[in-house]
């Protein structure tokens, strides 16, 4: 018997960052929108906890017991009291260390595939808690849709959104490590106030009406200074979306993906092929969300 599960990849349509805390995260206005990248999640019952993945970008993911998928599944075999012992096949479309949640994805994929097939029947909270102890991130994967997170970006209220918004994501040649971008944040605040995060009231009125041009004018990302300092290339892929016509240009979460906000899916081809001769990225994506969260496809 298996399970597969489908989970999107998110893009950061506001990311306000606060100080650093004592426990060395940052407390959050996360704005988290799912699009239509997705990986899937499959499970399968085996002698071991066993991982493989597929996809251009397998070469870059762990199959030992760091992966988040495996994380998932012991986890949630611990609280059960049950072997944990699956074969979990990752089918990765969502880039590795882009700032899109690939990781992420795969955790929360993993925990509502092995819930499924073990019968678990886990509450929804249940699974959330441990969305939350295997990353900030992860509780979004579950939930998709469109969603605030505050605190390290776990604490999530589900957001309206009005409409469908078409991007463009242009992967970079490397990655960022996510505690790495934090720790420029933190550099290039050294000595400034930085203030309490929160959400923009224009940007959430944006989402719920649908609005591209409004959306596009209150789109914000608090690492983004950090990102460029650390990959300053990532400046000419913002500017040739930009050239290309795209209502706007952000650093992913905490990149080195950029993302491209356009008006429609006519736009979204444009500015992708103009990304695309710009010789600026390594690949480039077209997607548009809201997506839905994890969804079980079937055993
Ligand atoms: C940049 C974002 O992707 C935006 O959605 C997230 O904030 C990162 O979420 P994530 O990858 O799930 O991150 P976690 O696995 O929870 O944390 C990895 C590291 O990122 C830093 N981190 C993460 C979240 C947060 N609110 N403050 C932080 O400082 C910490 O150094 C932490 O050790
Ligand atoms: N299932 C997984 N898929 C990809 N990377 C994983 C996975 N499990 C653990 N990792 C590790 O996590 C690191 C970050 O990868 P990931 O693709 O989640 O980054 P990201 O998209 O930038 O994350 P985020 O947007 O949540 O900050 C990778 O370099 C890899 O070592």
Redesign the pocket.
């Known amino acids: 018997m298996s399970v597969t599960v489908r989970v999107p990849a998110?893009v950061?349509v506001q990311?306000a960052?606060g100080a650093?805390?004592p426990d060395?995260?940052?407390?959050?206005a996360?704005v988290?929108l799912a699009v239509g990248l997705y990986d899937e999640v499959t499970v399968t019952e085996a002698d071991a906890l066993r991982v493989t993945c597929a996809g251009p970008d397998a070469h870059q993911v762990p199959l030992d017991r760091t992966n988040l998928a495996a994380r998932a599944a012991v986890a949630l075999a611990e609280r059960h009291g049950r072997s944990p012992d699956v074969h979990l096949h990752i089918a990765k479309d969502i880039p590795v260390a882009g700032?899109m949640?690939g990781?992420?994805a795969d955790g929360a994929g993993a925990l509502l595939a092995c819930d499924a097939l073990w019968g678990t029947g886990a509450s929804r909270d249940e699974l959330l808690d441990i969305c939350a102890e295997?990353?900030?991130?992860?509780p979004?994967s579950l939930v998709g849709g469109a969603a605030l997170?505050t605190?390290?970006?776990?604490k999530l209220t589900p957001l309206e959104v009005g409409g469908t918004f078409h991007w463009v994501f242009a992967m970079a040649d490397g990655g960022l490590s996510?505690?790495a971008?934090?720790?420029e944040f933190d550099r290039l605040g050294e000595g400034t106030d930085i203030p309490e995060p929160v959400a923009s009231p224009d940007l959430l009125d944006a989402l719920a009406k649908g609005d591209p041009e409004a959306l596009a004018a209150a789109v914000s990302n608090d690492?983004q200074p950090a990102a460029l300092s650390l990959f300053p290339a990532l400046a000419d892929t913002l500017a040739a979306g930009r050239a290309a016509g795209a209502l706007t240009a952000l650093v992913s979460?905490?990149g080195p993906t950029t993302a491209f906000l356009v008006r429609d899916a006519e736009s979204a081809a444009k500015v992708a092929a103009e990304l695309r001769a710009s010789g600026t990225c390594r690949t480039v994506r077209t997607a548009s969300g809201p997506a839905p969260g994890a969804t079980v496809l079937g055993g």
Not at 24 to 28: E, K, Q, R, V
Not at 134 to 138: E, F, H, I, R, T
Not at 151 to 154: C, M, S, T
């Open positions: 998110k950061n990311l960052v650093a805390r060395g995260y940052h407390d959050l996360n988290f700032g949640a990781g992420s295997l990353g900030s991130d992860v979004f997170g605190g390290r970006g776990e996510t505690p971008v934090f720790r690492l979460g905490s």
